[in-house]
């Protein structure tokens, strides 16, 4: 003979709503302790996206300079980005940068572009030394009018200004030499790290 247990009121019950009061308490505690990491690490990777597509985009406008053999500009401004580069103002700190081909005839051509308020959130924080260094021409060798190297900077200005290492928010830099060679490193890295020539970390060029 079957002997079917009746479910007792112990056995039906689910979560006390002290147990649930608990459960709640260690869920806020756990997200106040992992919201800063989160955001730290949002932060970071918003930099570093923006740095690497910052490279990305001057390495395109000189390769198109090889390609065709004509003349590229890349410029970094706070105008809307234009074909045509002398409608636009250069700027030392963007936010918003583009590049454009110059043929030796027909009208000027937009490569890329990209504004700097496009992502989510405040923007990244760009720039450069001087306001000669927003304006790089190309030409069909790939060579730069530049003077010198030059670097752009990019940070959370409220967060780490002075792209001190100890802080979290961390600060990237994008360098580019005469020859157009482009790369990104970090700024403020200790300089006792320049004794290792393979540590492609430390920067070359003052920001």
Excluded: H
């Amino acid at each position: 003979m079957l002997n079917f247990k009746t479910p007792s009121k112990r056995d039906a019950k689910g979560f006390t709503l002290i147990e649930l009061m608990v459960g709640l308490a260690i869920l806020a505690m756990l997200l106040m302790i992992g919201l800063p990491e989160m955001q730290v690490y949002s932060q970071n990777a918003k930099i570093r996206k923006t740095a690497e597509s910052f490279a990305a985009d001057i390495m395109v406008a000189r390769a198109e300079a090889i390609r065709t053999n004509d003349p590229t500009v890349f410029i970094l401004t706070a105008n809307a980005p234009a074909a045509d580069p002398t409608s636009v103002t250069a700027s030392a700190t963007g936010p918003n940068w583009f590049a454009s081909i110059i043929p030796g005839t027909g009208s000027p051509r937009l490569i890329v572009s990209k504004l700097g308020g496009e992502t989510s959130g405040k923007p990244i924080d760009i720039s450069t030394s001087t306001v000669a260094n927003a304006k790089i021409q190309f030409n069909g060798l790939g060579i730069t009018n530049l003077a010198g190297a030059a670097a752009y900077r990019f940070t959370n200005a409220q967060l780490n200004p002075d792209c001190e290492l100890s802080q979290a928010i961390r600060c990237l830099q994008v360098e580019v030499s005469i020859g157009g060679k482009t790369r990104i490193c970090e700024p403020g890295r200790a300089s006792a790290a320049a004794t290792s020539a393979s540590d492609t970390r430390v920067c070359t060029v003052g920001g």
